[in-house]
């Protein structure tokens, strides 16, 4: 890949420190723009730390309702651009076909994109319901939380790089994905888990960020049962949250957390046995 899209870079700087400065360097995170087609029809553009491209591509569309299926992706190309890098998807002939009325729906009459009352229905549409029954005790979330700061290659690098993983009992962490933009790295976490058939029902999303509705729809459509953010979650985040039957753990640090939705995922070996006595 170009030099230009490496995801981290060293620049030079002053730093300024016991009322002294000093020249040297620092590692700071790439931010470029990333545009999505479908068929060689240009959809939407975001920026993004370049890369797990492959993964953002399947995830974003995923998240995005242009597929129901990574199966239904036959192609990605990732193709470096003087401005930025486009993600080249082709999809199969049904899908594409109900890709494009759809967009012909969001575009609506005035060929702007979503407007009014289109716009706010699409940004605010239900989420599925995650049903699964599973049960995670606090002190293996708190566990969890504490092992993701040292899988974050990319942010020891730069320190300004969001992280979205999936922890599970079973294998621990399966999978992290890093991106300057907490959705991007969700969205690349979903494109991984779904491209590797990894079953998200039996774990946890965690996330270095706080909780915002996107997110929320988000985990909800990769269909795992429970979030496990550094921050906190907004009010809109806890109410989708509790619709889609996602349990909601923010405020994780070093001495806690708080669950805010659907508590009962959540228990202590110490709670258990007194409610067996």
Not at 74 to 94: H, N, Q, T
Not at 116 to 125: D, N, T, V
Not at 177 to 199: F, P, S, Y
Request: hydrophobic letters at 45%; proline letters at 5%; aromatic letters at 6%.
């Amino acid at each position: 890949m170009n030099r230009t899209f490496q995801p981290v870079h060293r620049v030079a700087r002053l730093r300024w420190r016991g009322g002294g400065l000093r020249a040297g360097d620092s590692a700071v995170p790439e931010e470029t723009a990333v545009a999505f087609s479908y068929n060689g029809c240009g959809y939407a553009v975001m920026m993004a730390t370049p890369a797990d491209l492959e993964d953002f591509a399947a995830g974003f569309s995923l998240a995005e309702g242009v597929i129901a299926s990574v199966d239904e992706i036959e192609d990605i190309e990732v193709v470096p651009a003087d401005d930025g890098i486009e993600l080249r998807m082709w999809l199969a002939a049904e899908r594409m076909d109900a890709f494009a009325e759809r967009r012909r729906y969001l575009a609506g009459p005035t060929g702007c994109g979503l407007c009014g009352l289109e716009s706010l229905a699409e940004a605010m549409r239900p989420p599925p319901r995650v049903t699964s029954r599973v049960r995670l005790r606090a002190d293996a979330l708190a566990d969890a939380v504490r092992a993701l700061p040292a899988l974050q290659r990319l942010n020891r690098e730069a320190r300004a790089i969001h992280a979205a993983a999936y922890w599970d009992p079973r294998r621990g962490i399966a999978a992290v994905r890093e991106d300057v933009g907490r959705h991007n790295a969700l969205d690349k976490l979903v494109g991984a888990l779904r491209r590797q058939h990894i079953d998200a029902g039996g774990g946890a999303v965690l996330l270095t960020s706080r909780v915002s509705v996107e997110l929320v729809q988000k985990t909800a459509m990769l269909g795992a049962p429970v979030i496990v953010a550094v921050s906190a979650p907004t009010a809109l985040a806890l109410r989708t949250a509790e619709d889609a039957g996602i349990t909601v753990v923010g405020i994780a640090r070093d001495d806690g957390f708080e669950v805010f939705a659907h508590p009962d995922r959540v228990f202590t070996v110490s709670a258990e046995r007194e409610n067996v006595a």
